[in-house]
């Protein structure tokens, strides 16, 4: 079953008076269970087309697909329900907050979305979670006492905590020297591999792309290879 597909889509955004272009009808389906890359330099449309993939956008035109719904025809509510059921997410700059444990931060998505079990059930959840990664031993360490590929590593058992199907990585290694993202892409890897998670990233990263079942290149907002719109 396809996992997530666009359709012909384009994306513009408004920047004071100038419209800009970020996707130009990009056709683009990835199955259930890849681990794909999509490459391209800076401003090429890699993170606009993650966010309308995770459901954080809508494309100006065109249709984005998750599952067999069509996005254009959920709600607001169906769409957070949606995201919280298929859909997980890693950042380049981790996005964890900083006031709150390692595990605190990997449990919070089951509080957001009211997923877990109750209170204890989801501690344990989160506790598992934090194991998967290798920082079963940190958990009660914030942002601050965490080495960037630690953070990294708890952002990874955030997006996984609540079993997505897709799981969204923007430039996850970008900040991290090679060892440290060489044990991310392991980590990531085997996850796909044990539990048929798809993994869609946007990256720079030769290393990622190495690994990758597929690598797609997006160039001034265009698939490379694409015909070029009339």
């Given at each position: 079953?396809?996992?997530?597909?666009?359709?012909?889509?384009?994306?513009?955004?408004?920047?004071?008076?100038?419209?800009?272009?970020?996707?130009?009808?990009v056709t683009?389906?990835?199955?259930?269970?890849?681990?794909?890359?999509?490459?391209?330099?800076?401003?090429?449309?890699?993170?606009?087309?993650?966010?309308?993939?995770?459901?954080?956008?809508h494309?100006?035109?065109?249709?984005?697909?998750?599952?067999?719904?069509?996005?254009?025809?959920?709600?607001?509510?169906a769409?957070?329900?949606?995201?919280?059921?298929?859909?997980?997410?890693?950042?380049?700059?981790?996005?964890?907050?900083?006031?709150?444990?390692?595990?605190?931060?990997?449990?919070?998505?089951?509080?957001?979305?009211?997923?877990?079990?109750?209170?204890?059930?989801?501690r344990?959840?989160?506790r598992?979670?934090?194991?998967?990664?290798?920082?079963?031993?940190?958990?009660?360490?914030?942002?601050?006492?965490?080495?960037?590929?630690?953070r990294?590593?708890?952002?990874?058992?955030?997006?996984?905590?609540?079993?997505?199907?897709?799981?969204?990585?923007?430039e996850?290694?970008?900040?991290?020297d090679?060892?440290?993202?060489?044990?991310?892409?392991?980590?990531?890897?085997d996850?796909?591999?044990?539990?048929?998670?798809?993994?869609?990233?946007?990256?720079?990263?030769?290393?990622?792309?190495?690994?990758?079942?597929?690598?797609v290149?997006?160039?001034?907002?265009?698939?490379?290879?694409?015909?070029?719109?009339?």
């Amino acid at each position: 079953m396809r996992s997530v597909g666009v359709f012909d889509v384009t994306k513009e955004y408004e920047l004071g008076r100038t419209r800009v272009t970020a996707l130009r009808g990009v056709t683009l389906e990835v199955e259930r269970g890849e681990f794909m890359a999509v490459a391209g330099p800076s401003g090429s449309g890699k993170s606009t087309l993650l966010n309308l993939m995770g459901c954080l956008d809508h494309p100006t035109s065109g249709r984005v697909v998750i599952g067999e719904e069509d996005i254009a025809s959920l709600d607001d509510d169906a769409l957070s329900d949606l995201r919280a059921r298929e859909i997980g997410f890693i950042f380049q700059t981790f996005n964890l907050i900083p006031v709150l444990s390692a595990l605190e931060n990997v449990e919070f998505p089951l509080l957001f979305q009211g997923r877990g079990g109750g209170r204890a059930a989801g501690r344990a959840r989160a506790r598992r979670a934090l194991e998967e990664v290798g920082l079963g031993d940190f958990a009660r360490h914030r942002p601050d006492e965490l080495s960037g590929g630690q953070r990294q590593r708890v952002a990874v058992a955030r997006a996984l905590v609540t079993d997505p199907v897709i799981v969204l990585a923007d430039e996850p290694t970008a900040n991290l020297d090679s060892a440290t993202g060489d044990a991310i892409i392991s980590l990531m890897l085997d996850l796909n591999r044990r539990d048929g998670t798809t993994f869609i990233f946007s990256t720079h990263d030769a290393r990622v792309m190495a690994h990758a079942h597929r690598v797609v290149h997006l160039d001034d907002g265009r698939l490379a290879g694409a015909p070029p719109l009339i």
